[in-house]
């Protein structure tokens, strides 16, 4: 059992910036993948980046590549998601997630956090 908490999302302005973080508990944390999704109202949950616990892997949707970075905290087992240059078209639930091993698609992932709100205003 892996719990994942969520923290960070808000409000903000077209080109502004937010940093998400997630934190685990449960299980050990340092050699979890961890991935983080969105979810927009009326559409399907998309991918948005992963990372592995050492970082030799990283991946990011084409949408954020640029914009978004992905990255650790091994000793504190916290992943965060900085978010740059937002756009209207980013507003979601954000939801972080860990799986064994890297992955692209959601069900690939074993824990869930609860998802935070971000809101990009134009």
């Known amino acids: 059992q892996v719990q994942l908490v969520e923290s960070g999302g808000g409000l903000v302005q077209a080109g502004g910036s937010l940093r998400l973080s997630c934190a685990a508990s449960g299980r050990t944390f340092s050699r979890y993948v961890m991935g983080w999704f969105r979810q927009a109202p009326g559409k399907e949950r998309e991918f948005v980046a992963t990372?592995?616990?050492?970082?030799?892997?990283?991946y990011y949707a084409d949408s954020v590549k640029g914009r978004f970075t992905i990255s650790r905290d091994n000793a504190k087992n916290t992943v965060y998601l900085q978010m740059n240059s937002l756009k209207p078209e980013d507003t979601a639930v954000y939801y972080c997630a860990a799986s064994s091993n890297i992955g692209l698609i959601d069900r690939e992932y074993d824990y869930w956090g609860q998802g935070t709100q971000v809101t990009v205003s134009s």
């Open positions: 990372r592995n616990w050492s970082g030799s892997r990283t």
